[in-house]
């Protein structure tokens, strides 16, 4: 089946360590997307990329590093420098033909320090 | 900074009513409008999307836009217990179409 493929669906960091968090996705799609939801608050951009090897921060980039080496794949690594890494953390593709394509979620890791 | 709002609820309509979800956003340049349904603990799933002006209608669901107010809403009738969830509003600008989300307005509809 196609779909996007977040793991681990739950991850504990210590202190001072740096946690990567997977997304790969078999759509096709160019674009993709990193978001961070807090309880009761909306989705927050952290990084994207519309085309292998490019990506942009989003609203919320430090603290966080990406990668785009594969087009179905697109890693965020949650370095030490997060100092508030608690949170529900998405992945998101879409196409990029068109104005009007919609972006399609994985299910989530959700990431405690422990 | 562009901002999108949205009623935060909590919304509470009996079964079978119709429920009213109700979002604004700031950016005059926005060019799509996306309405999600995230259920506790899960993923949000695309609900419908909208560009023009006017209605969109899809079973028991219909998005209104109206760019002149920056205006987006749902309307969900014949509401069900299933349909209880938050509801996020999200709206594309910008040269990558990056999405700016509202905090959702949490919807119970009561049996």
């Known amino acids: 089946d196609g779909g996007i493929t977040q793991s681990p669906k739950y991850l504990f960091r210590k202190e001072g360590q740096n946690v990567t968090l997977s997304c790969e996705q078999n759509?096709?799609?160019?674009?993709m997307y990193w978001y961070r939801q807090d309880p009761g608050q909306g989705l927050r951009l952290i990084y994207y990329?519309?085309?292998?090897?490019?990506?942009q921060k989003g609203d919320i980039a430090e603290g966080y590093s990406v990668s785009r080496e594969k087009k179905e794949s697109f890693p965020l690594t949650v370095t030490s420098a997060q100092k508030n890494p608690t949170a529900f953390y998405l992945c998101?593709?879409?196409?990029?033909?068109?104005?009007?394509?919609?972006?399609?979620f994985g299910d989530g890791t959700r990431l405690s320090i422990l | 900074q562009k901002e999108v709002e949205q009623n935060s609820g909590p919304l509470s309509v009996p079964e079978g009513a119709i429920a009213s979800l109700n979002c604004t956003y700031s950016d005059r340049g926005s060019q799509s409008f996306f309405w999600y349904r995230q259920y506790s603990g899960k993923s949000p799933e695309l609900i419908m999307f909208i560009y023009s002006n006017g209605d969109k209608e899809d079973g028991r669901f219909t998005a209104q836009l109206n760019k002149a107010s920056q205006y987006v809403s749902l309307l969900i009738r014949d509401s069900q217990p299933s349909d209880s969830a938050t509801y996020l509003c999200a709206v594309s600008s910008g040269s990558a179409r990056q999405l700016t989300f509202g905090s959702g307005t949490q919807l119970t509809v009561l049996p």
């Open positions: 759509l096709n799609h160019d674009a």
């Open positions: 990329s519309q085309i292998v090897n490019d990506f």
């Open positions: 998101a593709s879409k196409e990029t033909g068109g104005n009007n394509q919609p972006q399609h």
